[in-house]
DNA sequence: TGTACATCAGTGAACGCGCGTTCACTGATGTAC
DNA sequence: TGTACATCAGTGAACGCGCGTTCACTGATGTAC
């Protein structure tokens, strides 16, 4: 059950491809394969089996270690979610010279992971995924939601306890505009814009700061 | 080549299955019929296959008036941006107590539209199409874009001269926002929020409005 | 240290399926005479 | 008004394809003795 640790090692350094009979680490191989196609071809160009081709394996090995396509981009999007909720956290917690930067930097962070990391992001949001038929998946998600709200709580200090709005819902806005910038500004559609996604995030974000009341209404 | 007025109007008149051997109406009926398909099933389930199917017709009969399954989908998809176009225009320059009420009638149009006719917008924003292959979807997609930055352009006059942001960039983060609350929060995916996507908007616009000192500070 | 054995991650062939697309055709419709 | 004909929107059969999934199997690996 267990396996030594020169296996694991072995398997970790044999990235995509295996050498012999038995892969070694099979599992996560098959989800970078899945990776790269999601980020090429999009989560709806993606198939088990062009993955399990590209991890060098026939098709029908994937099934020991997963249950089948749909649990495969679900594990794929599951990591996206831990990494996404890592970042979020990495960039709230270190960005503190203020609540406020901290704040921006979450905003920054969520950009830099769309574009650091396309495959997770495309299974995370694009790929139709049911987050309610893989409970696993929607507890990360949750995970890092919470990071958000968490960041937003922390910016909510700063506000006239009467007129603040729940940090639950200037997360969701925060939130809502960075994601709407990569899908609209950031794709590979044709809708240009004369900004790039970060300068267009970090403008919008500044101006909806002003509008609570959290930054100068002069610069 | 040109048809009787009595053959269009029959065929007008008969939605989506045909009653005779020919169908009178087939071209339109198959984009209903996919619209039914696509805000079933997303884009992705969608098939040509059954598309012919549902509006009673062999597949191969959809080649008499799209280059494929691809055409097909462009074609929703620029239907869509014609009427998203016409909603916006009218949500503009209908609610014209004043520029700033004209705008945020813009964005709550947004959000209809997304209700309304969700077959239409995720052809539109869910399908991957892409607008380069499709002239004729990103001219119109282009002046539904054209109305969003008029309004924002109209709006930007009660903005003192010297600290006006562009009316395209602004215009670009109601955008974003909308779309975003509509992607995270208007979706069957597990993403929930204590409030309705009407509320989260209206309340995310107004605060955005309020950074860029076009409403009291206070309420 | 060497051998027998259990484990189980892989193979490879096969499946049924529905897809998009093509093709020669057919039959309803409108028009010319 | 009636008939011959051109048009062209539909049919239906066929295709090749790649998909996800299954199954009995095989062979590499680690372990017990």
Redesign the pocket.
């Known amino acids: 059950?267990e396996k030594?640790v020169a296996?694991r090692t072995f398997g970790r350094s044999e990235p995509l491809v295996?050498s012999?009979?038995?892969?070694?680490n099979?599992r996560q191989a098959l989800v970078e394969a899945s990776l790269l196609l999601i980020a090429e071809q999009g989560p709806t160009g993606f198939?088990?089996?062009?993955a399990a081709k590209a991890a060098?394996?026939?098709?029908?090995?994937?099934?020991?270690?997963f249950g089948?396509?749909?649990d495969l981009i679900a594990e794929v999007a599951r990591q996206g979610f831990d990494i996404f909720a890592a970042l979020m956290h990495y960039a709230y917690s270190d960005g503190k010279p203020t609540a406020l930067a901290a704040f921006e930097a979450t905003g920054r962070a969520y950009l830099a992971f769309a574009r650091k990391y396309p495959g997770h992001y495309m299974a995370m949001f694009e790929s139709g995924l049911n987050l309610n038929a893989h409970p696993d998946v929607a507890l990360v998600a949750s995970k890092a939601r919470q990071v958000l709200e968490q960041a937003a709580e922390g910016l909510s200090q700063h506000m006239p306890p009467n007129k603040r709005p729940p940090a639950t819902m200037f997360s969701a806005h925060i939130w809502a505009m960075s994601h709407g910038v990569v899908e609209l500004f950031m794709r590979g559609n044709g809708a240009k814009s004369p900004f790039s996604p970060e300068d267009l995030l970090e403008a919008g974000i500044g101006i909806y700061l002003r509008g609570l009341g959290l930054l100068p209404p002069d610069r």
Chains 1, 2 share one sequence.
């Open positions: 059950m030594s296996a295996k012999g009979y038995h892969h070694g099979l198939t088990l089996s062009e060098g394996v026939t098709p029908a090995a994937v099934y020991r270690h089948g396509r749909d």
